[in-house]
């Protein structure tokens, strides 16, 4: 499990700065757990339309942090699995939790794909560049 330790400023500053989804994503949250979080320690959120109002230059106003009397580190825990697949597709999220688990799994893959993945079909190219700089090169 790891955990991650912030300050109450800390983490006021970083949901002010960013999105909470794209912030929750870096931490391995959903962003729900992200507000519950913010709320028990009563640091405010942007509210529904802030980054939109920003994407247009709109004007907005920032909820200033309210004074605490004792400042308490916040300590985020996220198990190890979250932090390797914790969004998309949860049938490719269950596939790579078995493979982690199980070493002794042997993948076979066809030499013919049908619908490759663009990741597949782009190292393909750069396979097939490679290949013919080595033959020019010779």
């Keep these: 499990m790891k955990t991650f330790s912030l300050t109450r400023q800390e983490l006021y500053e970083q949901v002010w700065s960013k999105p909470m989804i794209t912030l929750a994503n870096e931490y ?18 942007p509210p529904i339309g802030h980054w939109q109002k920003i994407q247009f230059n709109k004007k907005t ?5 309210p004074k605490k009397e004792n400042e308490e580190e916040i300590k985020i825990n996220v198990q190890d699995s979250k932090l390797i697949a914790n969004t998309g597709n949860p049938i490719k999220n269950a596939v790579a939790e078995k493979i982690k688990n199980n070493s002794s799994l042997i993948l076979k893959v066809a030499d013919r794909l049908s619908k490759p993945d663009y ?20």
């Design 119 to 138: 990741i597949i079909l782009k190292l393909k190219q750069i396979l097939r560049r490679k290949r013919f700089q080595n033959l020019t090169v010779h």
């Design 61 to 65: 106003t920032r909820i200033p942090l």
């Design 28 to 45: 391995s949250l959903s962003d729900n757990r992200l507000r519950k979080i913010c709320k028990k320690y009563n640091i405010p959120i």
